[in-house]
């Protein structure tokens, strides 16, 4: 027997739940408008406005994210490209070793970041490649490829054999049935792809310190106004823009993914 | 007779296990050609020969005189309707429908216009904007049939096409897809593993077993004469006598084969056979009857408004002259 209401005991635990997850979110929201900027007291003496102006003046934060921006959509090109073949080869070929570059393609999101990070310092060190930008769009599209590679693994799976067997049947030649067929059956799910792999690139620090050179991407540059401040709710500001920034693109994967697959690709 | 399909002595192996293997058959232009089998006989491999999504181990498959060996799916002249239809999920139905048309690169007017003929020919004319999910399974059906027709094929290939159907809607197509090959003259060869449609629609019949063809003919041929055990017992499940069993029933010494529908009951004097009954079904229009003949199996078909002998009756059994046919091979 099922009722539609919850008992009281689970709605409090969910309340508290959430609660957990999210208020200290909102103490960071709340800081960004508070007019005391040494230390974080709590509460806010007074709320103001002034700090949404002094971000926008200050040129590191606009430098910072930049280069978030930037990173986050050439490793997501990457991704795509490299993410999308590697999916198409493994749902449909059979080679020797599919299970293996499957599984190989999905570990560097398993991976300890901090792994990746060492690795890819030592192997850019033993290469004798300088830190640039370059070192961290290649530390990025290391997970971005993975997220990718899943959700077009997921879609190609569904677009059937058959299908693409009735395009060469009807006369399409390979470049035909790719771009008539393929590209619109997978193309939402790419699009998804392509959000969470922006989204992840964009707040990822970990990776970044191992292969970043002098460059701080817009992370970076808050965990280091955290260790010596100056207009700390300056912080709060640009925190509020992350989460804004990369929540929408994961809202908006989220409902690409989910219509596509209650319609088993039957819709665009 | 022009020759649309020629296999010389076409084989298929895949590693081991020989899926097509040295076939020989002429397909004549302008029939309706069934290829029969039970699953795992080869006759989809040969389909998919033609259409070029296989290719020969050895032999040669000619289209129209033509060796298609270096020929790929997509410059051949023929179409296909796939068995699970294989309908772009994405595109309308016209669309669908025109895509062969659209790749060959006809102006957007003229394929739409072609499309909605064709759509007509199979009975859907006003579904052209709908997309296939919107169909049921038989409508779906007919629009791969377009699909696959507009592009004026001189061979259409369908595999296992009514497969997915249900009953009255498969009897129905069975005799719109007989019409429509009439009308087209467009050569039909089509898959299947149902006897029943094999016989109905096609004029000209090969039963597969094993990767080998072990009998083409008429529908009337295989059905009344074949020529293997394994013929008899497929294509309509008809009685097969060992050499010592026929001979008991006046026939040659040879392995022979009597339908269950040509026997009938009589007076133990004047039978052919006498034996016990050991059990009965029912399957509406008949009663098939099993009936123990000293150590053999035998099933008789009455029609239902027969009274059926309870079990372990002892009845008698004859039937037509002629009726009792003996085989040329095992």
């Not at chain 2, 020969?56 to 796939?82: C, D, K, L, Q, Y």
């Amino acid at each position: 027997m099922h009722s539609d209401r919850a008992p009281l005991g689970l709605k409090i635990a969910a309340f508290a739940g959430l609660a957990f997850l999210h208020a200290p979110i909102v103490l960071i929201f709340i800081y960004a408008f508070t007019t005391e900027d040494r230390t974080y007291q709590w509460p806010p003496p007074g709320l103001t406005l002034q700090w949404f102006g002094v971000t926008w003046n200050r040129p590191d934060v606009w430098q910072a994210l930049g280069l978030s921006v930037r990173v986050a959509t050439v490793s997501t090109l990457v991704a795509l490209i490299l993410g999308t073949l590697c999916a198409a080869a493994v749902s449909r070929a059979r080679f020797f070793g599919r299970e293996a570059v499957s599984l190989l393609v999905i570990l560097p999101i398993a991976l300890p970041g901090i792994i990746t990070g060492i690795a890819l310092r030592s192997a850019f060190n033993l290469g004798d490649i300088s830190f640039s930008t370059i070192t961290i769009v290649l530390g990025h599209a290391t997970f971005c490829i993975v997220v990718v590679y899943n959700n077009a693994v997921a879609r190609f799976r569904r677009l059937s054999g058959s299908m693409l067997e009735a395009s060469a049947d009807l006369g399409a030649d390979g470049f035909q049935t790719f771009r008539h067929i393929v590209v619109p059956n997978i193309a939402t799910a790419l699009l998804a792809g392509g959000m969470l792999a922006f989204a992840l690139s964009f707040d990822e620090v970990i990776v970044t310190t191992f292969t970043a050179g002098q460059q701080q991407t817009l992370p970076i540059w808050m965990l280091e106004e955290l260790v010596r401040p100056r207009q700390r709710p300056v912080t709060n500001v640009v925190a509020m823009v992350v989460v804004i920034v990369t929540f929408l693109p994961i809202l908006a994967a989220y409902y690409l993914t989910r219509g596509g697959s209650e319609t088993a690709g039957g819709d665009k | 007779m022009t020759v649309a399909v020629e296999f010389d002595h076409v084989s298929r192996h895949f590693g081991a296990v020989r899926a097509v293997d040295d076939v020989s058959i002429a397909i004549e232009e302008g029939g309706f050609f069934a290829m029969l089998g039970p699953s795992g006989s080869g006759k989809t491999t040969c389909l998919r020969l033609i259409s070029g999504f296989e290719r020969p181990t050895a032999g040669h498959v000619r289209i129209f005189g033509e060796n298609s060996e270096n020929v790929p799916p997509n410059r051949r002249p023929v179409n296909t309707v796939f068995q699970d239809y294989a309908l772009f999920p994405h595109l309308s139905v016209r669309d669908n429908v025109a895509y062969g048309l659209m790749v060959k690169g006809t102006d957007r007017r003229r394929r739409q216009a072609a499309a909605e003929d064709m759509l007509a020919l199979v009975k859907l004319d006003g579904y052209g904007a709908r997309k296939p999910a919107e169909l049921s399974g038989g409508q779906r059906q007919r629009v791969a049939l377009a699909r696959a027709l507009v592009n004026k094929p001189r061979v259409l290939l369908l595999d296992e096409p009514l497969g997915a159907l249900d009953l009255k809607l498969r009897e129905a197509m069975q005799e719109e897809l007989k019409s429509l090959q009439r009308a087209l003259g467009i050569t039909f060869i089509f898959v299947t593993h149902d006897q029943g449609e094999a016989l109905s629609m096609a004029d000209r019949v090969a039963v597969f077993s094993q990767g080998a063809i072990v009998q083409v003919g008429s529908p009337q041929d295989i059905y009344e004469r074949p020529h293997t055990r394994f013929v008899a017992d497929f294509v309509g499940s008809a009685n097969v006598l060992s050499p010592e069993l026929a001979a008991r029933a006046g026939g040659p010494r040879h392995w022979s084969s009597l339908r269950p529908e040509a026997i009938a009951l009589a007076k133990p004097e004047a039978a052919r056979l006498t034996g016990t009954v050991t059990g009965t079904r029912y399957l509406g229009a008949v009663n098939r009857v099993t009936v123990a003949v000293g150590g053999d199996m035998l099933t008789i078909a009455l029609p239902a408004v027969q009274t059926v002998p309870a079990d372990g009756a002892e009845i008698g059994l004859t039937w037509p002259d002629g009726a009792l046919h003996t085989m040329e091979a095992e």
